[in-house]
């Protein structure tokens, strides 16, 4: 059960790399937005032109007694909307990952680099256009496995007590990993492993892949809430992808900023080495260090040991 708390763990500790980080932020809310765009435009043809898609596409009803034309075309409306609805909610998160592939690309490695002993990132050595094609075959054969699971387990649904209880639970776990896989697959094709290798890599460790993916997909259900997470999610993914490797993962960064004022000049646990020690202060025996003087070893200033104030010459 640990694992399933780590899982959850990466993924508030992604949201919170991503509240420190507001700029990078703002930039990944855009490929969020430009797919919800989409799908909420193609949702609307649907349900402007879905009637009369379904009444060009079942002519031979347009001899049935009213009204059982009306309603089995209805019924075919609704089913065409509920269909693409649900196309809309599996394909999300894919279509954002592959709009914002160069973005969230960046964010990964950025990420990587923050919280590794090190500060550097994997990197894939792919052409953009190459790692697009890839990101793209993988994520229709991850579309495919996620299908055929959906259709495996809409039939389930039917089952007497099953498909009213453990059914419903399945899916969501199934969801999750698949969601999981999605999102770390950026950080883990940098590190070159192939889909099939991913997913064993996932199965390896289900509570902590369950544990990150599973409350993500659950939260993804509330309209327009996978805009703004999704940034903070593939940064999570990509902490969840350094603990199925078991690369370390630093609990703050790596390194101090650019505009870190560093220690105190007059710390004397920072003082540099070779500052020089003030006139009339005793050398380490006691005994003044007039200038030009030379210690035993020849250093000026030297004393007895050949140490300055502070620390070795």
Not at 102 to 112: C, I, M, P, T
Request: glycine letters at 12%; a negative charge.
């Amino acid at each position: 059960m640990r694992d399933l708390g780590a899982g959850f763990g990466h993924l508030l500790k992604g949201q919170r790399w991503m509240a420190r980080h507001r700029k990078s932020y703002g930039y990944g809310l855009l490929p969020g937005l430009i797919t919800l765009v989409l799908y909420l435009a193609t949702l609307v043809v649907l349900i402007v032109w879905g009637a009369d898609t379904v009444a060009w596409a079942t002519p031979f009803a347009d001899d049935w007694a009213s009204p059982w034309a009306g309603i089995f075309r209805g019924v075919l409306t609704v089913v065409l909307f509920a269909l693409g609805l649900l196309l809309a909610v599996l394909t999300f998160t894919a279509v954002t990952l592959l709009i914002g592939s160069l973005f969230y690309d960046s964010l990964s490695e950025a990420v990587d680099r923050d919280v590794s002993a090190d500060g550097t990132a994997p990197e894939s050595g792919l052409s953009f256009w190459r790692d697009v094609w890839v990101s793209t075959r993988d994520s229709l054969r991850i579309l495919v496995r996620a299908a055929l699971w959906g259709v495996l387990l809409f039939a389930l649904g039917f089952v007497p007590v099953l498909g009213q209880t453990a059914v419903p639970v399945a899916g969501f776990l199934v969801t999750g990993f698949f969601l999981s896989e999605e999102l770390a697959a950026g950080a883990l094709q940098r590190r070159g492993l192939e889909l099939r290798e991913r997913l064993a890599l996932l199965r390896t460790r289900k509570l902590l892949v369950w544990g990150f993916g599973t409350p993500l997909g659950l939260a993804f259900l509330v309209p327009f809430v996978a805009v703004f997470l999704m940034p903070g999610a593939v940064a999570g993914a990509t902490l969840l992808a350094r603990d199925l490797l078991g690369e370390e993962i630093l609990d703050g960064p790596a390194h101090a900023s650019d505009d870190d004022p560093g220690p105190e000049p007059d710390d004397p646990a920072h003082a540099c080495d070779d500052d020089p020690a003030p006139d009339g202060d005793p050398a380490p025996d006691g005994d003044p260090a007039p200038d030009g003087d030379t210690g035993p070893h020849g250093h000026p200033g030297s004393g007895a040991t050949g140490r300055t104030a502070h620390g070795p010459v």
